[in-house]
């Protein structure tokens, strides 16, 4: 083989791998609906990416790459429909019947029919009969187009582990026969709710990282935040999907600031707001916008508290009253006790630190917040404010010893030694 063609075949496979890359959540969902099961969905997706792999380099790039492999990838499906229907005929002319028999092939997607194949998608990886673990893992792989190596790198979990999820979770959708469609009334609410909390796991994750030697994992973020605004231009009447994106795009713009050339954390009051992403933010207030004028879910409204902070130019000009009767009305509609942590900080930020140290306080005997290692961090930020010390160096140090993440822990060490200063 000549240089040339080395050249050739290297473009070719690179062609392939990024196109299927881009397309492959697309191609698995329009496989699903023909073959109504997202497992071996994957497997005829990734048959096609064979084929591509096999012939590109010889026959050359189609001027369509992403429809070449969508083709090829539902040819494999009707076949495999008329093959099991072929057998289910013979079975019958025995006196038989095959129950799992597939439905006839339905007629080739228009343009539309592939978007609605892709919410059909989201809603399965998506669907609550999963773990949220299982839901994110599946979610990745198949919408993310993420390998098994990725997701596990991702959530810094062993790869086998990854991969036993992954198809632990394709043969429970299978074994609970879920539909592949989207769902409407009361169980679609439900299951939007799933969605958009896999979505917010995903970013989370990635935003602040809860193990490891990383604070933040941008390529985790980045996924999330493309899921959000394919869902939000999927379901474009639905309120708190908007919320959502917008929440995510606003988190994301601080990504920048948020570390230091070290990678070491720089706190809110720090960061050089110059460096967050201007486009960014003005997508997340958009899609506030989006979002309605109210009564807000919860995304829209933590999406309300991130846009105080985008608007303020400087941190001492952030509206920290808003915030408080923000997280507020976010504590009446989902009570939890991480939502009135924040609240606490925000109130502290409005009305001096004692007021806030007296909400925290109340908040140390809930069990959902045991080994929760922001519960003494706050609390050692506000003792420090009211010049105590001493207490707030063991306050620093317990949350130190509670962290997985050794940059939130070199971070809380140095609070706790500059506790006395």
Known sequence: ?????????????????????????????????????????????????????????????????????????????????????????????????????????????????????????????????????????????????????????????????????????????????????????????????????????????????????????????????????????LMPGEPEVHGLAALLELQASRIPARTGPGGEPVLLADQDRTRWNRMLILRGLEALRRSGPGPHGPYALQAAIAACHARAVRYEETDWAMIAALYGRLAALIPSPVVELNRAVAVSMAEGPAAGLELVDTLAGEPALTGYHLLPSVRGDLLTRLGRGAEARAEFERAASLTRNARERELLLAKARRAFT
């Open 1 to 233: 083989m000549t240089a040339g063609n080395t050249a050739g075949t290297a473009a070719a496979v690179e062609t392939v791998e990024t196109v299927f890359r881009i397309e492959s959540a697309r191609i698995i969902a329009g496989v699903a609906r023909v073959v109504r099961d997202v497992g071996i969905a994957e497997e005829l997706a990734q048959d096609a990416l064979v084929a591509a792999l096999e012939q590109w380099p010889e026959s050359g790039v189609p001027g369509n790459p992403g429809a070449w492999l969508m083709a090829t990838a539902r040819r494999r499906a009707i076949d495999l429909v008329r093959r099991r229907e072929t057998y289910a005929r013979k079975l019958a002319e025995v006196g038989r019947t095959l129950e799992d028999a597939a439905p006839p092939p339905p007629e080739p997607a228009g343009p539309g029919d592939i978007d609605d194949d892709l919410l059909r998608l989201i809603f399965t990886a998506c669907h609550p009969v999963l773990s949220a673990e299982a839901r994110a893992a599946l979610t990745l792989r198949l919408l993310g187009g993420l390998t098994t190596q990725e997701i596990a790198r991702a959530f810094l979990a062993p790869e086998p582990t990854v991969a036993q999820r992954i198809v632990r979770a394709k043969r429970k959708l299978a074994e609970a026969r879920v539909s592949f469609e989207v769902p409407y009334g009361a169980e679609r609410d439900g299951r939007l709710s799933s969605v958009l909390e896999v979505i917010y796991l995903i970013f989370n994750e990635g935003y602040s990282a809860t193990a490891g030697e990383d604070l933040c994992r941008p390529g985790l973020c980045e996924d999330a935040l493309r899921l959000a605004r394919v869902l939000a231009g």
